[in-house]
């Protein structure tokens, strides 16, 4: 291996190409700067609210700069992904007990962006997905919105491959028998 200097070059003085040098870790801010807009996207397509996964999000940024001294840095993304999955999760469950727990059905505050956000032919899509049970709707975000392989889609929601494919393949059957009844 050969030694460099910070500046970029070797300790003999010769330059370093871009490929032998290693890669900064990501910091919190960067982490935050690249993936903010991901997260939040990924955290609203399974909970169906922006505001919740605005939050959800937020409290997940919150929680790996308090450990960030425990996280490997190369670590740090999927450890994200994952404590804002858990988080979509549990937020669907306190939204499932309070509706048990509610006899009048609270309609939820659309923010402003909301209808530029949902054009009138994704309505039905977004309905059909809204409709998937939970897993199938976190693995369809995961490996098609967020682009994970099914190793890191199973890493992220702490299951199996081969969990992540039959749930893929499930609600993929589901959302084309969808289509066929809109036609």
Known sequence: MRACCRWGGDVDGT?????????????????????YRDLVRMAALITDSR??????????FAEVFARWSTIEPDR?????????????????????????????????VAPADDAALRAVGHQALLTAIGGLPARQR??????????????ETAA???????????SAHRAMRTLAAFEEELR
């Open 76 to 108: 740090a993304l999927h450890y994200l992904r994952r404590t804002v999955a858990n988080g979509a999760k549990s937020a669907l469950r306190r939204r499932r007990a309070d509706r048990r727990r509610l006899y009048v059905p609270v309609p939820d």
């Open 51 to 60: 505001t919740a996964a605005e939050d959800i999000v937020q409290d997940a």
């Open 138 to 151: 976190e693995v369809l975000v995961l490996r098609y919105f967020s682009g994970l392989s099914i190793a």
């Open 15 to 35: 330059e370093v190409t871009a490929d032998a040098r290693v890669a900064d870790p990501p910091t919190p801010a960067s982490l935050h700067a690249e993936h």
């Open 156 to 166: 992220a929601l702490g299951i199996r491959p081969s969990a992540v494919s039959t």
